[in-house]
């Protein structure tokens, strides 16, 4: 009898700790570590979300700029953080789940309990405005016919590189590819006449005039609806870049909830949305159990897909 | 743009709240820009959150105010204690540290000060006359013509060797090969890492500045020995030199202004590169150039004017193109976006208010930056009241802390440290320092562009000269190269007729 | 041996040291990940600066050696080393203890090191310093220095 009272109040004692530990969730800042420089396109969102998260749970949030190696350092020092809830970090999807593919580094997919998803862009293919090119068919049967066609995008092993050679499988063509960067530096190249076409977030045109010839999402593009996507010309190629909200492997998980509910409600906010769309985002959100499953899941598409950069697997 | 844009701006601005935000973001960009370890970039970052909950013009007025005046904050430690409290004063460093030792303080501060306005008025009217014109130019600059410009400013390392020009090609080689440590991005491979991850990122230029300029110098005093860290006469405050000493630099003013709105408009440059380019043309066209590095005002004027007329060029593609022209206007165009304003090639025609409105805002902030500077440049020159070596103390302070918070690592503090000992036996050996900089500055622009080159017109690099920008640069590097041994042979002909 | 130290010599004989390790490392390198077509290969542009380092140092090696040895200027290593050795201390216990008790001591012992005697304004200096910086990065803008363990500062 002693031993099981025992027990009880000993489970009472850690339950009423940890729902006082929960209650007061945060008391200091939390920080927010995003791998990539101020002012940059996972940058700009991050902070909206941020922002927003806020606002909603009444705490404070600190954005840290941990910049290097194609946002992999910063992505390490999350995953080497330590999992009290205080140090989150917001990533996209090449980081997470493309990276460690690619060269060893200190993180897998083991290393993170993802929180929530907040955004979702599917890439496109953009030209020139005074392009000859008006349909992807168009582009292809120029780079079949034997014309000096150029794809620009980030670095080798970005989602605008993989992108592109997903589609030249597809096709069963090849272009030469410059990997001169993403987003505006991509627009200069084009308009420079050194590249031919783009794959990068469907916002693109928006921002920097350029045309859509094609979209490489799962159904068509507000804002971009008399362009076609690549699934209804038959070509099965889905590519889309996505952001979310990781914290370290071993966070507890009341605060996870916690962040994932505050994360839920943040998404609806109107300034988040206010703020996403005028970033040219397109909001997506997924929970922390949803979440978890497809960042598995992604982890697991995105090795599959490096042979189509020429990425050689080793046997796992 | 119109009379009535221009006086729907000045309404805009007459909002009082808009002023008082300029007014204190100008006082913080400075102080930001002054603490070295900081810079331009983390200044805007920093005052980013802030701008959420202000309207439209508000937000912009702050984020002008900030850059400008970091930008500017920046040439104050770089003349009191030798280290840039940015990037971009490096080359300020050179002349404003011993005008500071030989007690010229006050007047060093004073020529930056309005050296910095008169720059940033530049590159403001060069804005607004000719944005979009400026703004097609630079989209003409592929990689291609980019590595043509970089090798062509490879060249100003001869400018500021000092009069050595096998020890400051070798100081430019350190430099580019320092900066080809970390990941290559365009390969994957990890080059010179020795399997530590921390350095994959590679070096980040300001440790490498911290060390080099601060730490070196608290090392050198060290090793004078206690007997000469004597206190130096100090002029502290504020002196505006006269009228006439600011005609007489009225060529290099308006050239070094003329450089660094030109390098902002261009991708690839940036703003250290333009001061550092900018401080080397003054210097080789300048009939003083013995004097340059001893503590020549000149020098101090061309850094600083080139440095702060990047601000107006920085916006040209910022805002025309929606390109960011370097990694301060990359933070602005984010808070632009956030508020709902598009920079790009639909802004001058859909918006021509907020455009002129942005202008005016321009004008301002480097006004403001005027007054505050002369008084707060009162305040800061109090420093070098203080003995020696407590200053020299501040500064390890300051290391410790400014190269840490650049990317949260403790690497970059040890680069600082390494780059302390490394310069202290580099100023020994004779080996000018700036030209390590410089060349670890250009070094992963050159690379880059001279790799995508070669990937666009499929190693073939004779097909670069197909380009007719390039070419113009290829010959301009060449006459630079070889202008010294053509004058040697001139004088003699002409004798001869 | 005093017949062939001088500034230039020590110079160029680092610097060829320094350019043939990085060589032979370079060489080393296994294999890389990605190699675009057109692309030169990633050690190629890092060694052409390699070679130009050995080239250069050799030169300043050669002309250190044809000025001959000469004595070095006197100089106060016992200080200097006792600063760098401050500096290696403080960056290597940064993280564990923290900027707040790193650094006053580290610019106490570089003050002392410069030849400043009066103790009192040394530390007053060093901790009003320190603090004032605190301050400005950490409460003010916001960037985290390394913490204090258990105060959390």
């Known amino acids: 009898m002693r031993?099981?009272?025992?027990?009880?109040?000993?489970?009472?004692?850690?339950?009423?700790?940890?729902?006082?530990?929960?209650?007061?969730?945060?008391?200091?800042?939390?920080?927010?570590?995003?791998?990539?420089?101020?002012?940059?396109?996972?940058?700009?969102?991050?902070?909206?979300?941020?922002?927003?998260?806020?606002?909603?749970?009444?705490?404070?949030?600190?954005?840290?700029?941990?910049?290097?190696?194609?946002?992999?350092?910063?992505?390490?020092?999350?995953?080497?953080?330590?999992?009290?809830?205080?140090?989150?970090?917001?990533?996209?999807?090449?980081?997470?789940?493309?990276?460690p593919h690619l060269r060893p580094v200190p993180y897998n997919n083991e290393s993170f309990a993802p929180v929530c998803m907040i955004a979702d862009n599917p890439t496109s293919v953009t030209v020139a405005p005074d392009s000859p090119f008006e349909s992807i068919d168009d582009l292809i049967a120029a780079a079949k016919g034997g014309e000096n066609i150029v794809a620009v995008g980030g670095a080798p092993g970005s989602m605008t590189h993989i992108t592109q050679a997903m589609i030249a499988d597809a096709y069963g063509v090849g272009w030469t590819y410059l990997p001169a960067g993403g987003g505006g530096r991509a627009a200069a190249s084009i308009m420079a006449g050194e590249a031919t076409f783009a794959t990068d977030t469907s916002a693109m045109e928006r921002v920097h005039g350029l045309k859509t010839l094609a979209v490489a999402g799962?159904?068509?593009?507000?804002?971009?609806?008399?362009?076609?996507?690549?699934?209804?010309?038959?070509?099965?190629?889905?590519?889309?870049?996505?952001?979310?909200?990781?914290?370290?492997?071993?966070?507890?998980?009341?605060?996870?909830?916690?962040?994932?509910?505050?994360?839920?409600?943040?998404?609806?906010?109107?300034?988040?949305?206010?703020?996403?769309?005028?970033?040219?985002?397109?909001?997506?959100?997924?929970?922390?159990?949803?979440?978890?499953?497809?960042?598995?899941?992604?982890?697991?598409?995105?090795?599959?897909?490096?042979?189509?950069?020429?990425?050689?697997?080793?046997?796992? | 743009m119109g009379i009535d844009a221009f006086i729907a701006a000045l309404g805009l601005l007459a909002d009082p709240w808009a002023i008082l935000i300029m007014l204190l973001a100008t006082v913080v960009g400075m102080i930001v820009g002054a603490l070295p370890g900081l810079g331009t970039v983390t200044a805007l970052a920093m005052i980013l959150p802030f701008t959420f909950v202000l309207t439209g013009p508000q937000a912009i007025g702050l984020l002008l105010a900030i850059y400008v005046s970091s930008v500017y904050g920046g040439s104050i430690p770089a003349i009191l204690i030798n280290v840039p409290g940015t990037p971009q004063s490096a080359a300020t460093t050179f002349d404003g540290y011993p005008m500071a030792k030989a007690g010229k303080a006050a007047e060093a501060l004073g020529w930056v000060t309005v050296a910095s306005t008169i720059g940033g008025i530049f590159s403001m009217i060069v804005l607004v006359f000719a944005a979009p014109q400026l703004a097609a130019l630079a989209?003409?600059?592929?990689?291609?013509?980019?590595?043509?410009?970089?090798?062509?400013?490879?060249?100003?390392?001869?400018?500021?060797?000092?009069?050595?020009?096998?020890?400051?090609?070798?100081a430019g080689v350190i430099g580019v090969i320092l900066s080809t440590v970390g990941v290559d991005e365009l390969s994957g491979a990890d080059r010179f890492t020795f399997g530590n991850f921390a350095l994959s990122a590679g070096f980040h230029v300001v440790p490498i500045l911290i060390g080099l300029f601060a730490l070196s110098e608290v090392f050198v005093t060290a090793g004078q020995g206690i007997s000469t860290t004597a206190k130096p006469i100090i002029s502290t405050g504020f002196k505006i030199a006269r009228f006439r000493d600011w005609w007489a630099m009225k060529r290099t003013i308006l050239r070094s202004s003329v450089l660094g709105t030109f390098l902002g408009v261009l991708p690839g440059v940036g703003a250290t590169a333009a001061s550092l380019i900018g401080y080397a043309q003054a210097k080789s066209a300048s009939p003083n150039s013995e004097n340059f590095g001893k503590g020549e005002p000149e020098g101090i004027v061309a850094s600083e004017s080139a440095n702060n007329a990047v601000t107006g060029g920085a916006l040209v593609p910022t805002l025309a193109l929606g390109i960011p022209g370097d990694a301060a206007t990359a933070v602005m165009l984010g808070a632009l976006v956030i508020h709902g304003i598009t920079p790009g090639f639909q802004l001058f025609n859909r918006n021509p208010d907020l455009v002129s409105f942005i202008f005016v805002a321009l004008l301002v902030a480097n006004i403001m930056m005027l007054i505050v500077g002369a008084m707060m440049a009162q305040v800061f020159s109090r420093v070098l009241k203080l003995p020696h070596a407590?200053?020299?103390?501040?500064?390890?302070?300051?290391?410790?802390?400014?190269?840490?918070?650049?990317?949260?690592?403790?690497?970059?503090?040890?680069?600082?440290?390494?780059?302390?000992?490394?310069?202290?036996?580099?100023?020994?050996?004779?080996?000018p320092l700036a030209p390590i900089v410089i060349g670890f500055i250009l070094?992963?622009?050159?690379?880059?562009?001279?790799?995508?080159?070669?990937?666009?017109?499929?190693?073939?690099?004779?097909?670069?000269?197909?380009?007719?920008?390039?070419?113009?640069f290829f010959t301009l590097t060449l006459i630079v190269v070889l202008w010294p041994l053509l004058k040697r042979y001139l004088p003699k002909r002409r004798t001869i007729d | 041996m005093s017949r062939v130290v001088n500034t230039d010599t020590l110079l160029g004989a680092a610097g060829l040291a320094a350019s043939a390790v990085l060589l032979v490392?370079?060489?080393?390198?296994?294999?890389?990940?990605?190699?675009?077509?057109?692309?030169?290969p990633p050690f190629l542009v890092p060694q052409l600066f390699l070679y130009l380092l050995a080239a250069i140092s050799v030169a300043i090696l050669l002309g250190g050696l044809r000025r001959g040895g000469v004595r070095l200027d006197a100089r106060n290593w016992r200080a200097i080393g006792v600063g760098f050795a401050t500096l290696v201390a403080a960056t290597a216990l940064m993280k564990p203890l923290g900027y707040l008790v790193v650094a006053p001591v580290a610019v106490f012992v570089t003050v002392l090191n410069l030849g400043y005697r009066n103790l009192l304004v040394n530390a007053a200096v060093s901790v009003g310093i320190v603090a004032l910086l605190y301050l400005l990065l950490v409460s003010f803008a916001q960037m985290p220095l390394p913490t204090v363990p258990g105060l959390g500062i």
Do not use: H
């Open chain 1, 3 to 99: 031993t099981s009272a025992i027990a009880l109040i000993a489970g009472l004692g850690v339950a009423l700790s940890a729902t006082a530990a929960l209650a007061d969730y945060p008391e200091s800042p939390i920080e927010v570590i995003i791998p990539y420089g101020a002012g940059g396109n996972s940058d700009t969102s991050g902070r909206i979300l941020i922002n927003a998260m806020r606002d909603v749970m009444g705490a404070d949030f600190v954005p840290l700029n941990v910049t290097g190696a194609g946002g992999t350092v910063g992505t390490a020092q999350l995953a080497g953080s330590d999992p009290d809830g205080y140090t989150l970090g917001y990533n996209p999807i090449a980081t997470v789940t493309v990276q």
């Open chain 1, 218 to 316: 799962a159904e068509r593009v507000e804002g971009l609806e008399d362009v076609p996507t690549l699934k209804e010309q038959g070509v099965d190629v889905v590519s889309t870049i996505w952001f979310g909200l990781f914290a370290p492997a071993g966070t507890p998980d009341a605060v996870l909830d916690t962040l994932s509910a505050a994360c839920e409600e943040a998404v609806q906010t109107d300034s988040f949305i206010e703020g996403m769309a005028n970033a040219n985002y397109i909001v997506r959100f997924m929970g922390r159990e949803e979440f978890g499953d497809f960042f598995q899941a992604e982890y697991v598409r995105n090795r599959e897909l490096l042979p189509v950069i020429g990425v050689e697997l080793p046997a796992q």
């Open chain 2, 139 to 170: 989209v003409q600059f592929g990689s291609i013509e980019t590595f043509a410009l970089i090798v062509f400013s490879l060249t100003t390392i001869a400018w500021v060797s000092a009069g050595n020009p096998i020890k400051g090609l070798l």
């Open chain 2, 390 to 431: 407590l200053v020299m103390g501040g500064v390890v302070a300051l290391s410790l802390a400014g190269s840490y918070v650049i990317r949260f690592s403790v690497l970059d503090v040890w680069v600082a440290v390494m780059a302390g000992i490394s310069g202290l036996l580099l100023r020994y050996a004779n080996v």
């Open chain 2, 443 to 472: 070094g992963t622009p050159l690379e880059t562009n001279l790799r995508q080159g070669l990937i666009v017109t499929q190693m073939q690099p004779l097909k670069f000269l197909e380009s007719p920008i390039a070419v113009g």
């Open chain 3, 25 to 40: 490392s370079s060489y080393r390198q296994g294999a890389t990940v990605f190699l675009l077509p057109g692309d030169a």
